[in-house]
């Protein structure tokens, strides 16, 4: 068999130091100058060795501060598919109700809610004209203390002069804003349309998910349409993929999701 190339036995090594505790979780890499003189490597091969440990998830790179072992964090699992008439699924008391049940403790932000002009993608979900005002309203998620996911959902303002004036109150609307909106303005949701995305966190996502700038994120935009087929709502969801996994249903009275368990027989 070939001898395998010099950086991946130096990324092996490192792994196995990584596996065994050796480098604990969040402890900071030995610096390049220190891995070259150890392994008797050039530079390249030791940053081929960095990124392959990278790519794998096991390691990530802070600017201005080096090389540190990733925390591993239980994921959350999340059920895209669900009721299309309520949401559920990115619903916010979904989302509690399952991370309740898991003996977790979640934590959702009072929205901050905003007036403004969107973005040009925000504006051709809502099929709106761009530059046409939207009521936005923003929250932060954690489970455990730990940063999970970012939400912002946008609503014509069109939908606050009709008759809806808590989509600008800075606190959380009790029956939810599918059954809000349905009360007031007669807007029955008939279903969503989810499309994901994955995307590499500007500085404020790194921030707040205490992730390096090469992580990957997942960004869902949840378009809800009404019983016109118009549009009702955007919810653009923002997960980092090391602590988030999603499951897709397809078909009727499907079992629950159950990978805790040895498989019968």
């Not at 959350?76 to 403790?105: C, E």
């Not at 099929?127 to 936005?136: A, E, H, K, L």
């Not at 349309?193 to 500085?203: E, F, G, K, N, S």
């Amino acid at each position: 068999m070939a001898q395998q190339p010099m950086y991946q036995q130096i990324a092996e090594d490192l792994r196995k130091q990584i596996d065994d505790g050796t480098l604990a979780p969040g402890s900071q890499l030995p610096t390049e100058i220190e891995l070259r003189d150890r392994y008797e490597a050039s530079r390249n091969t030791i940053r081929d060795a960095i990124k392959r440990l990278i790519s794998q998830g096991l390691i990530e790179t802070r600017p201005g501060q080096g090389t540190f072992v990733t925390t591993w964090v239980d994921p959350f699992v999340t059920v895209l598919t669900a009721d299309p008439k309520t949401g559920a699924g990115g619903d916010t008391a979904t989302y509690l109700s399952q991370v309740s049940a898991a003996h977790r403790q979640p934590r959702v932000t009072t929205p901050r809610v905003e007036i403004l002009a969107p973005p040009d993608q925000v504006a051709r979900r809502l099929r709106i004209t761009q530059g046409t005002q939207v009521v936005s309203r923003y929250r932060e998620r954690y489970i455990d203390e730990i940063p999970w996911s970012l939400e912002t959902s946008y609503y014509p303002l069109s939908f606050f002069t009709d008759g809806a004036p808590k989509l600008l109150i800075a606190e959380d609307i009790p029956e939810g804003t599918v059954s809000y909106l349905a009360e007031t303005l007669g807007l029955h949701q008939i279903g969503y349309r989810d499309w994901i995305t994955a995307r590499l966190p500007p500085l404020a996502e790194q921030a707040f998910f205490k992730i390096g700038h090469d992580a990957s994120v997942f960004e869902i935009f949840r378009t809800a349409f009404d019983q016109h087929k118009r549009p009702m709502r955007l919810t653009v969801m923002v997960f980092p993929a090391d602590r988030n996994q999603f499951i897709v249903d397809v078909g009727d009275d499907l079992p629950d999701p159950r990978y805790d368990e040895e498989p019968e027989g």
